[in-house]
């Protein structure tokens, strides 16, 4: 059984920096897209970033130059890199895994930026 755990959230004043986690069992992910999601209170969940086994990447308009994803297959690890951070980046963050065309979540970590 596939799963997913973030962590690495915390609370961050702004302009400060935090790195997420990402771990993976149950699968391999050298073949697995990769992505990080988020969802701030009362909206719905968005894609922030992505990594694709071929190591692009893909990001939210908002968060390009700020953020970075990456993988590291040997560890069936991701991570989200975030700095310059912002009060609207507050939010829970997720990371997904599709694998075989069906994509498993974590529980999300917390983000909090504090202005």
């Known amino acids: 059984q596939v799963q997913v755990v973030e962590s690495g959230g915390g609370l961050v004043q702004a302009g400060g920096s935090l790195r997420l986690s990402c771990d993976v069992s149950?699968?391999?992910?050298?073949?697995?897209?990769m992505a990080w999601y988020r969802q701030a209170p009362e909206k719905e969940r968005e894609f922030v970033a992505g990594i694709i086994s071929g190591g692009n990447t893909k990001y939210q308009d908002s968060v390009k130059g700020r953020f970075t994803v990456s993988r590291d297959n040997y560890k069936n690890s991701a991570y989200l890199q975030m700095n310059s951070l912002q009060s609207e980046d507050t939010a829970v963050y997720y990371c997904?895994?599709?694998?075989?065309?069906?994509?498993?979540w974590g529980q999300g970590t917390q983000v909090t930026v504090s202005s």
């Open positions: 997904s895994a599709t694998v075989r065309g069906r994509q498993y």
């Open positions: 149950g699968t391999i992910i050298r073949s697995t897209a």
